[in-house]
């Protein structure tokens, strides 16, 4: 999954699901980490839980919660959500196979079933799964959920030519995956990777083993989304919501507004509350003034949040820690460089020259809540190894150091390669996005390197880094990833096998037969087998290909509103939980 953020400060990453393994496994809980020492996140599924959602203690109804955001989600089409933030959002308003309840006491995610009976059964060959679904459940219009609807959902998600941004699990493992394009041509109502042989059971069938299915069915993918009610591209405007809120206006890049969906059944829904009688989201807001209104929670202030990180500048102005929630996140930020565009021999010159302290300062970031990386793989990931290779520990004055400025400069003349450009997008209209350009410009020409920064919008920027053939050579996206849920399959076959170019999840843009064929035979091991092993894959990226710069591990330290109650971190996402806020006096 992409992070929320997509700017020269911070990177992006789509939905974070921190739960791993597979339902057969044996279940437990692990704790999560963010500082590189704790122990990796361990799986935890519950089949049998049942709804309503356990009540918050204290909990009042009534009132609305405002987010200022000073992010811009891309899109809430549940097809093509991918970013933490999108997902985060989309829990409001729409529900999905499977879901995750997080534990009241340790903060600890379970995956439980959700618009399903159970957490599916999977065939002897692992090649065909069935779902049984809950039955009554409505949309917010009154309208029945039928069968039919998940299996159209599922067919909406290889138009990938519309919906470019979603997950993409289902084209690599999902029967025809790689052949089927969607509903919308001649043949798109024919598709054998999905049937539906009755109102209450969905299959799909696979073209190869997927024992993390279960997890991935918590995508807003998974969503139900009728036939008749899909107008492509306009769907977000008004979609068929099935959760605890609906859309009532969507202006994108600006604002989005929820009010209560009265169709909606707790009875059924074993993970999410309806406290409060609506949402209204903020988007493209000035961090620091977004932040420090919530802070000070003057008037209605008090009833608004802010799910960024607090910029370091401002901690001298928390008076009350509770208005902070905290709590470790799935991630690990980098910074992409094109491999195609950039040799490897300059690739590691640019990993000497960047300012990582200095950068670090600029862009705002707590050592608390942004730990430096050093490994691909976030500590919160079963297998994970803390190493450390000599220059990409996420530390170090690069070429700040005039020394070091020197040295590179050389080095790039004797590789025949001197004023080699770099170019990135930047947000002109983001502070810190202007700041952290200018930072690196500065220091890379110092180097010797030319630099191009481009500059557009901040209510744009994901749709240009999101272009894997844009005329960049640093900073496509993903620019950092967020467990989508805690396995290393859903990072290193995601990221870095070269198909992962034409999919739009390529950090680095690799493009190396030996490392796909590695990948696949790792994924294809037991997934207790495949622990150590993807650790070594890991290492052996950053040092045979080095795509990426390895930045920080996320963790959640975000401002909320003193009025706000059970404001709490949910490390699926490294963001605060929306669906069981209230407010104190509404």
């Known amino acids: 999954m992409q992070w929320k953020r997509i700017t020269a400060v911070a990177a992006t990453v789509m939905l974070a699901a921190v739960a791993c393994g597979s339902p057969s496994s044996n279940n437990g809980s692990g704790g999560g980490g963010n500082t590189g020492n704790e122990t990796a996140q361990e799986k935890a599924t519950d089949p049998t839980a049942k709804g309503p959602a356990k009540e918050v203690e204290g909990a009042k109804k009534g009132g609305t919660i405002t987010v200022l955001s000073d992010v811009t989600p891309d899109t809430f089409d549940p097809t093509n959500i991918y970013y933490t933030d999108g997902n985060q959002i989309g829990k409001l308003i729409y529900r999905a196979l499977t879901q995750y309840r997080l534990d009241e006491e340790t903060g600890k995610p379970t995956l439980v079933p959700d618009l399903a009976e159970d957490l599916g059964t999977k065939s002897a060959d692992g090649l065909t799964w069935t779902f049984k679904l809950k039955q009554g459940i409505k949309y917010a219009d009154g309208t029945p959920v039928k069968a039919a609807d998940y299996a159209y959902a599922i067919k909406r998600s290889f138009a990938h030519d519309l919906y470019d941004a979603g997950p993409t699990y289902q084209l690599q493992f999902f029967k025809d995956g790689d052949k089927y394009k969607g509903p919308y041509g001649p043949n798109g109502a024919n598709y054998a990777g999905v049937e539906t042989p009755d109102e209450s059971t969905l299959v799909i069938h696979l073209a190869k083993k997927f024992d993390d299915l279960p997890f991935y069915a918590a995508f807003p993918m998974f969503t139900p989304i009728p036939q008749a009610k899909d107008t492509q591209k306009n769907y977000e405007q008004r979609p068929m919501t099935t959760g605890p809120y609906k859309v009532d206006s969507y202006t994108p890049g600006t604002q989005l507004k929820l009010s209560k969906n009265p169709n909606w059944d707790p009875n059924t829904d074993p993970v999410r509350h309806q406290y409060v009688d609506g949402w209204d989201f903020k988007f493209a807001q000035d961090t620091i003034k977004a932040q420090r209104q919530v802070l000070a929670s003057s008037g209605p202030d008090a009833n608004a949040l802010n799910y960024s990180n607090l910029d370091v500048s401002l901690l001298p102005e ?144 994901r749709t240009f880094t999101g272009d894997q053939d844009a005329p960049v050579n640093i900073g496509k996206t993903p620019t950092g990833w967020c467990s989508d849920w805690p396995s290393a399959t859903s990072w290193m076959p995601v990221l870095f096998k070269s198909d992962a170019i034409a999919l739009g999840n390529s950090i680095g843009q690799l493009q190396d037969k030996e490392l796909d064929a590695q990948i696949d035979k790792i994924a294809a091991m037991d997934p207790n087998a495949q622990l150590k092993e993807w650790s070594k894959i890991d290492k052996e990226i950053l040092e045979k290909h080095l795509p990426a710069l390895p930045l920080y591990y996320s963790a959640t330290n975000s401002p909320v509103g003193k009025n706000i109650g059970h404001a709490i971190n949910d490390m699926t996402q490294g963001l605060p939980e929306f669906t069981s806020m209230y407010l104190k006096q509404p």
């Open 318 to 461: 928390v008076k009350d820690q509770s208005q902070l929630v905290k709590g470790p996140g799935p991630c690990t930020i980098t910074y992409p460089m094109d491999t195609r565009k950039i040799p490897l021999d300059v690739r590691k010159l640019i990993a000497k020259a960047h300012p990582y302290d200095s950068w670090r300062k600029v862009a705002g970031l707590n050592p608390n809540d942004a730990p430096p990386a050093s490994t691909i793989l976030p500590p919160a990931v079963p297998g994970f190894e803390k190493y450390e290779i000599p220059g990409l520990t996420g530390t170090g004055k690069g070429a700040e150091d005039d020394a070091v400025a020197a040295e590179i400069k050389a080095e790039l003349a004797k590789l025949g390669k001197a004023n080699f450009e770099l170019s990135w997008y930047y947000s002109i209209d983001d502070k810190i996005s202007t700041q952290t350009t200018q930072l690196r410009k500065q220091v890379y020409e110092k180097a010797g390197f030319k630099v191009k920064a481009i500059g557009v919008p901040k209510a744009k920027i």
